[in-house]
């Protein structure tokens, strides 16, 4: 089991941890220096429109909100990271008894194999599917991260510019997204390349939609108005389109009404990647 893992519940963003390898060259709290892990990426502090006007109901009012710097994944978690994860903690229940993971879900990737649970043949590079907000939460306090805001995800998504869709404002097409291909229908982490964002942030349009650690409330967003309580009852976001789902969804600032529908379970269709502050601890 990852040494930071700890099982008792955790405020949003509070506790987080940093291993330092032997050898690592020292680094000043608060600088941007060279200790980032190499599997995320850094998001500069700044401010940015989040929302949009002239779309959904629940993209509106578009406003300013100013973000303190972060690092988020450049990947989704993978079927077979989340399946060492499951091996570490024990299963897919947490001690409260809560499910981290569909197993007996038909459309899950990962099953049980001689005591271990591992990434079906062929999906091991695809990102995980049919794990609840609590497993996305869970496994990514077990990295020492967390999930990331709503806020969060939409700024590594749009930039400060305001791009469209997270390669700029293109078009969605086949060289850019999975999209608009039948059910469960995943392809590999980090394809297709022509999705990435400026910044080298992969898959945040289409291929599975995504937890972020926010309530699904009404703009705008404001952190501390209790949509970042982690045990708070409620549907949480999901953002980026899925394999399964049509071009509107691929755009920045969609919020995915209704699909979670229970956070408390999984679903084919969403995955999550992990985020962490930007300071070091």
Same mark, same amino acid.
């Given at each position: 089991?990852?040494?930071?893992?700890?099982?008792?519940?955790?405020?949003?963003?509070?506790?987080?941890?940093?291993?330092?390898?032997?050898?690592?060259?020292?680094?000043?709290?608060?600088?941007?220096?060279?200790?980032? @892990?190499?599997?995320? &990426?850094?998001?500069?502090?700044?401010?940015? +429109?989040?929302?949009?006007?002239?779309?959904?109901?629940? =993209?509106?009012?578009?406003?300013?909100?100013?973000?303190?710097?972060?690092?988020?994944?450049?990947?989704?978690?993978?079927?077979?990271?989340?399946?060492?994860?499951?091996?570490? &903690?024990?299963?897919?229940?947490?001690?409260?008894? $809560?499910?981290?993971?569909?197993?007996?879900?038909?459309?899950?990737? +990962?099953?049980?194999?001689?005591?271990?649970? $591992?990434?079906?043949?062929?999906?091991?590079?695809? @990102?995980?599917?049919?794990? /609840?907000?609590?497993?996305?939460?869970? *496994?990514?306090?077990? $990295?020492?991260? !967390?999930?990331? /805001?709503?806020?969060?995800?939409?700024?590594?998504?749009?930039?400060?510019?305001?791009? %469209? *869709?997270?390669?700029?404002?293109?078009?969605?097409?086949?060289?850019?997204? $999975? *999209?608009?291909?039948?059910?469960? =229908? %995943?392809?590999?982490?980090?394809?297709? @390349?022509?999705?990435?964002?400026?910044?080298? &942030?992969?898959?945040?349009?289409?291929?599975?939609?995504?937890?972020?650690?926010?309530?699904?409330? !009404?703009?705008? *967003?404001?952190?501390?108005?209790?949509?970042?309580? @982690?045990?708070?009852?409620? =549907? !949480?976001?999901? #953002?980026?389109?899925?394999?399964?789902?049509?071009?509107? %969804?691929? #755009?920045?600032?969609?919020?995915?009404?209704?699909?979670?529908? /229970?956070?408390?379970?999984?679903?084919?269709?969403?995955?999550?990647?992990?985020? !962490?502050?930007?300071?070091?601890?």
């Amino acid at each position: 089991m990852d040494p930071t893992y700890k099982p008792a519940a955790l405020a949003a963003g509070v506790a987080l941890w940093l291993a330092v390898a032997p050898g690592a060259v020292a680094v000043q709290v608060g600088t941007a220096a060279a200790a980032d @892990p190499p599997e995320m &990426v850094r998001i500069a502090a700044g401010t940015f +429109i989040m929302g949009r006007e002239g779309g959904p109901a629940d =993209e509106r009012p578009a406003h300013r909100v100013t973000l303190a710097a972060f690092l988020i994944d450049r990947l989704p978690v993978t079927n077979a990271g989340f399946a060492g994860f499951l091996n570490a &903690v024990g299963g897919p229940l947490d001690g409260r008894g $809560r499910r981290l993971f569909d197993w007996d879900d038909g459309d899950a990737r +990962i099953h049980q194999r001689d005591g271990r649970f $591992r990434a079906d043949p062929g999906f091991e590079d695809h @990102p995980v599917v049919e794990a /609840s907000w609590t497993g996305g939460w869970e *496994y990514c306090r077990w $990295r020492g991260k !967390r999930l990331p /805001s709503e806020a969060e995800w939409e700024m590594a998504a749009r930039g400060k510019t305001g791009r %469209t *869709y997270p390669w700029g404002d293109q078009l969605p097409d086949a060289a850019r997204a $999975r *999209y608009g291909a039948g059910w469960g =229908e %995943t392809t590999p982490v980090g394809a297709p @390349p022509g999705g990435a964002s400026p910044q080298g &942030v992969m898959n945040m349009a289409g291929n599975v939609h995504e937890w972020v650690s926010s309530l699904y409330r !009404r703009y705008p *967003y404001v952190a501390d108005d209790g949509r970042e309580d @982690p045990d708070a009852a409620g =549907e !949480r976001v999901t #953002r980026g389109g899925a394999a399964d789902t049509g071009p509107e %969804t691929l #755009r920045a600032t969609w919020r995915g009404a209704d699909v979670s529908r /229970s956070p408390g379970a999984g679903h084919h269709n969403i995955g999550f990647r992990c985020a !962490r502050s930007g300071r070091l601890f």
